[in-house]
């Protein structure tokens, strides 16, 4: 079975300053797709980043990246240039794409910012 | 990025009636569609896997019965709860994963469904 977790329930960090939501996650497969995701309080699912498992570059979108460690099923990800807007609740997910596909979510980890 | 469309936004229904929620991808074909519950300030917890044309595969615990998914179509899929109870008040979300190939997937989401049984 496939298991994701997110060790931190809350997180906060001052604005402009950078933080690190962890993630593990379990699985014996080996093609799947790693993602976070953000949800505000509307609670609509917003894609932060993506990360295809049998890329080993670490993806990037602008203020976000993850550090992809496939060997340890680690996939954090850092917010630099903390921003207001970025406070939500994020969750870490793992989609197998292969055979029984699945969608998987962590417990969440939620992110306040101080101006 | 791919549109999914979750109806209705909310719905209040009596204890003992059936609720259909709908979830269309209004852009993509959708092979697979993932039906999520969420409690207040948890994370989204897997019902069950939809797949066109072929039954749905549950996640242990959750009820076949009280729970119906239908996946007619390649745009479509609903999820009904039947014989509704108060227990079954939550935050219901759907979501589609893009088709294979070229590289790219991704699961895109509805808006959600608040349900209120009273």
Known sequence: AQTVTQSQPEMSVQEAETVTLSCTYDTSESDYYLFWYKQPPSRQMILVIRQEAYKQQNATENRFSVNFQKAAKSFSLKISDSQLGDAAMYFCAFLLIQGAQKLVFGQGTRLTINP | ?118
């Open chain 2, 1 to 118: 990025g791919a549109v999914v469309s979750q109806h209705p936004s909310w719905v209040i229904c009596k204890s003992g009636t059936s609720v259909k929620i709908e979830c269309r991808s209004l852009d993509f074909q959708a092979t697979t569609m993932f039906w999520y519950r969420q409690f207040p300030k948890q994370s989204l917890m897997l019902m069950a896997t939809s797949n066109e044309g072929s039954k749905a595969t549950y996640e242990q615990g959750v009820e076949k019965d009280k729970f119906l998914i239908n996946h007619a179509s390649l745009t479509l899929s609903t999820l009904t709860v039947t014989s509704a109870h108060p227990e079954d008040s939550s935050f219901y979300i759907c979501s589609a994963a893009t088709p294979q190939g070229g590289g790219s997937t991704e699961a895109f989401f509805g808006q959600g469904t608040r349900l209120t049984v009273v």
